[in-house]
């Protein structure tokens, strides 16, 4: 059997003080060479469990309980230093805003420098690898690049030299954190169509977070949808687009316009607005905008239960078409 | 040669638009070149040596300042105490930029704790007026001319201190400096090589305008007698000595205070043209 390369188990996260929670017990796996997708409204901490497994939380904010396994070790057991070495070299993430993630007094070649000089001892052959790097994630004219400053290109460009930057050292893991927001329509075409040629050619699992289905779909083996802090489904790409079984990933499904249904209706929306994850507490969160909820909604919290392929946390899942 | 239309222009170009910067860096360039005189000893008469058949004589051919009461040539004395005010408050600045900037940093970059123990330590050091502290410090320490730097030096600590802190605490929520930690960088790279360059306009100008300050000090320390003592120059301890003279010998009082008057006033006008070509709103044109 395939050991899994990630392994989140119970992650629970919340503030240090005034305890709220913020992530509710989530758990899930990234095998070797697999695309996982997290999708999820802003708020729903899907990003607080991606900067949890690269120990990043911000400032107040901790694991309060739960394992993140990686590759062997318990990272929320490792320390600082073991943390700092793992980032950047084994798991690595390409940020959301290309046009600021630059430091922008620095000249790109030595940007890339730094990385591997954060890790390994630069070599004669860095710049050459450096060049490499920038090379196949489509910069032109690598050498006069590796000279520039990032303010003398454009956003779609730096979010290239980003991915150069985190494939830079061959990662086991590559988050990435919404990559293409900040970007327009064909852009943002071409940068998923980076990563994901990158990932196949390297075999690399992947991370995606995203608040848009639509970008994910093709990019993903596996897909976990998030609401306020718990996950409330998860499965093969395939499973969830054609056969969504939690009311809130139905939901989110038919909020996305179709190309082949000319009727002109409006967009059906979710009544109401996201639960805040502390305010949860022993029910399923999903249940006040719920249409399908029923008193048995509110008494207790639904657990996950199904397989790798379909898992849902719903006692009145949509069933099967 | 003709500069490239495409090629961003340099910080030098920014500067030599700013009229202020012009002129201030001409005065200093002057007051330098005065001071290298006096190191290697040009000068048309020796200093010290006094000779009382020419005592307060005005300005002529021979003595271009005019003579003090003893006899002694003006603008030599002027020049070697344009010297000895520039070598403490070079010093001085120099020690409490390094100090102020490294603690700065850290402190805005580690936050918790240690800020709060730097920035009270410094509100400390703030409360006390300059000129008072340095008088303190010099009279517990003694008055040669480090112990001078190492007085002002500690006074102008603190102000290096806030204006690193500041942008600090800005630019470590950039992106950028999020990208290097998420990147695996150590702090101490981080620091230096992504924060540091990120911070340097501010303390770039903060170092003109302290080096005219602490040549002010110097002076005030020299005039209440506690910086250079005679028969050594120093503008301060010059313009102190011609105050009894003042009534009949004008330029004894007039050369000195006008030196003090050019050197900071030259600072000052080299801060506002670093200012302005250091500050990417301020370039209009």
């Known amino acids: 059997m395939i050991k899994p390369l990630l392994s989140v188990s119970g992650l629970g996260i919340s503030t240090v003080q005034d305890p709220r929670t913020l992530v509710n017990s989530v758990s899930f796996e990234i095998m070797?060479?697999?695309?996982?997708?997290?999708?999820g409204e802003s708020g729903s901490g899907k990003t607080l469990t991606a900067l949890s497994i690269l120990g990043l939380l911000p400032r107040g904010v901790a694991v309060a309980g739960g394992s993140i396994v990686f590759n062997g070790t318990d990272l929320t057991k490792a320390d600082p230093e073991t943390m700092r070495n793992l980032r950047g070299s084994d798991i690595s993430m390409v940020y959301q805003d290309p046009m600021t993630a630059l430091n922008p007094v620095m000249k790109l070649g030595r940007q890339l420098l730094e990385v591997i000089e954060s890790h390994e001892k630069l070599d004669n052959g860095s710049v050459a690898r450096v060049e490499a790097a920038l090379r196949e994630v489509g910069i032109p004219q690598v050498e006069r690049a590796m000279e520039s400053y990032p303010h003398e290109f454009s956003g779609g460009m730096r979010q290239r030299v980003m991915i150069a930057m985190a494939l830079l050292l061959s990662p086991k893991l590559l988050i990435a954190d919404e990559p293409t927001t900040a970007l327009d329509v064909t852009i943002q075409q071409q940068i998923l169509a980076l990563v994901s040629e990158q990932r196949r050619k390297r075999d690399?699992?992947?991370?995606?977070?995203?608040?848009?289905?639509g970008v994910v779909a093709n990019l993903?083996?596996?897909?976990?949808?998030?609401?306020?802090g718990n996950i409330v489904e998860a499965g093969t790409v395939q499973e969830i687009f054609t056969n969504p079984q939690h009311p809130y990933t139905h939901g989110l499904l038919s909020s996305l316009p179709s190309r082949t249904d000319k009727s002109r209706k409006r967009l059906t929306s979710i009544p109401g607005v996201p639960q805040k994850p502390w305010l949860v507490g022993n029910t399923c969160a999903f249940a006040p905008r719920c249409f399908k909820a029923t008193s048995e909604c509110t008494a207790s919290a639904p657990k996950l239960v199904g397989s790798l392929e379909k898992s849902v946390a719903c006692f009145h899942p949509m069933g099967d078409k | 040669m003709k500069r490239d239309p495409l090629k961003p222009k340099g910080g030098f170009?920014?500067?030599m638009q700013s009229t202020s910067g012009i002129v201030g860096a001409l005065l200093l360039i002057f007051m330098v070149i005065v001071s290298i005189c006096a190191v290697f000893g040009w000068l048309p008469h020796?200093?010290?040596?006094?000779?009382?058949?020419?005592?307060?004589?005005?300005?002529s051919t021979t003595f271009w300042f005019g003579t003090d009461e003893f006899g002694r040539d003006i603008f030599s004395r002027s020049l070697d105490g344009m010297r000895r005010s520039l070598t403490v408050s070079v010093s001085a600045v120099s020690i409490a930029a390094t100090i102020g900037v490294t603690l700065g940093i850290l402190s805005g970059y580690l936050g918790r704790w240690?800020?709060?123990?730097?920035?009270?330590?410094?509100?400390?050091?703030?409360?006390?007026?300059?000129?008072?502290?340095?008088?303190?410090?010099?009279?517990t320490l003694g008055n040669s001319w480090y112990?001078?730097?190492?007085?002002?030096a500690v006074v102008y600590t603190p102000i290096f201190i806030r204006v690193?802190?500041?942008p600090v605490l800005t630019v470590k929520e950039m992106d950028y400096v999020k990208v290097t930690r998420i990147l695996g960088f150590s702090s101490l790279r981080i620091l230096r090589k992504h924060i540091l360059p990120n911070v340097t306009a501010p303390i770039v100008v903060q170092v003109a305008l302290s080096l005219s300050w602490a040549i002010l000090t110097e002076s005030g320390l020299s005039f209440l007698g506690l910086g250079t003592q005679p028969p050594n120059a120093s503008l301060g301890l010059m313009v102190s000595e011609a105050q009894s003279i003042a009534a009949f010998a004008w330029w004894a009082l007039f050369f000195p205070s006008a030196f003090i008057t050019i050197v900071v006033v030259g600072l000052n006008l080299v801060g506002d043209g670093l200012r302005d070509a250091l500050d990417p709103a301020r370039r209009s044109s």
């Open chain 1, 32 to 39: 070797p060479g697999e695309a996982v997708g997290v999708v």
């Open chain 1, 204 to 213: 690399m699992s992947m991370l995606w977070i995203t608040h848009d289905l």
């Open chain 1, 220 to 228: 993903v083996d596996r897909l976990i949808v998030m609401y306020a």
């Open chain 2, 13 to 15: 170009y920014y500067y």
């Open chain 2, 46 to 59: 020796d200093p010290l040596e006094q000779n009382v058949e020419f005592a307060m004589q005005g300005p």
């Open chain 2, 114 to 139: 240690f800020d709060q123990l730097v920035v009270r330590l410094s509100d400390v050091i703030f409360a006390f007026p300059a000129i008072l502290l340095a008088l303190a410090i010099v009279s």
């Open chain 2, 147 to 152: 112990q001078t730097s190492l007085a002002i």
């Open chain 2, 164 to 166: 690193a802190r500041g």
